[in-house]
T-cell receptor, first 116, second 113 residues
Framework: NAGVTQTPKFQVLKTGQSMTLQCAQD?????MSWYRQDPGMGLRLIHY???????DQGEVPNGYNVSRSTTEDFPLRLLSAAPSQTSVYFC???????????????FGPGTRLTVL | KNQVEQSPQSLIILEGKNCTLQ??????????LRWYKQDTGRGPVSLTI?????NTKSNGRYTATLDADTKQSSLHITASQLSDSASYIC????????????FGTGTLLAVQP
């Protein structure tokens, strides 16, 4: 198993550009999510999905879109990049999101994004 | 407000020594508490997951404790190694329909030879 993979590893954008961060998992996990990690702050949830065709907003969804057409893939789209979106982005997956789930959450290696 | 606070922010220890990292939380309702290890430039990796009824869980040289009454957890690292140098993140799950995870800001541990 490759686990959770993310591409690209690094990206530099200019303000106003759009791009898609890719995330894929090969563990047949129902639950996938996107986080951003900023210095001095805990990871913050951007969007999540509980299965193919189902997505919902997290704590900081503004400026980002997601879709889940397959179980394996969960891309994150930046619609019009802003300097405030400079961050490290992590994709994660786990088997389920059912109440009181103690499933291990697996994180990808991250994408470091800089918006100029 | 749901919060997870970790202390210390950073810590330097000598190889072979033990250390304890602290986590205090004000999350309600409470489902479970997790500790993650995050190496520089990598994603977090799960170390332990504890539910309300568990007060200790080990993973090799890592031992986590949980006191649900005082809402405190600790992560004890025994006989530290250079490879233990990383950020250690405490995460509390509030359960419910979305099983929301609240992340602490982490303790940065440096193990020196």
């Amino acid at each position: 198993n490759a686990g959770v993979t993310q591409t690209p590893k690094f990206q530099v954008l200019k303000t106003g550009q759009s791009m898609t961060l890719q995330c894929a998992q090969d563990m047949n996990h129902e639950y996938m999510s996107w986080y951003r990690q900023d210095p001095g702050m805990g990871l913050r949830l951007i969007h999540y999905s509980v299965g193919a065709g189902i997505t919902d907003q997290g704590e900081v969804p503004n400026g980002y879109n997601v879709s889940r057409s397959t179980t394996e893939d969960f891309p994150l789209r930046l619609l019009s990049a802003a300097p405030s979106q400079t961050s490290v982005y992590f994709c994660a997956s786990s088997y389920s999101i059912r109440t009181s789930a103690t499933d291990t959450q697996y994180f990808g290696p991250g994408t470091r994004l800089t918006v100029l | 407000k749901n919060q997870v606070e970790q202390s210390p922010q950073s810590l330097i220890i000598l190889e072979g020594k033990n250390c304890t990292l602290q986590c205090n939380y004000t999350v309600s309702p409470f489902s479970n508490l997790r500790w993650y290890k995050q190496d520089t430039g990598r994603g977090p990796v799960s170390l332990t997951i504890m539910t309300f009824s568990e007060n200790t869980k080990s993973n090799g040289r890592y031992t986590a404790t949980l006191d649900a009454d005082t809402k405190q957890s600790s992560l004890h690292i025994t006989a530290s190694q250079l490879s233990d140098s990383a950020s250690y993140i405490c995460v509390v799950s509030s359960g419910g329909a979305t099983n929301k995870l609240i992340f602490g800001t982490g303790t940065l541990l440096a193990v020196q030879p």
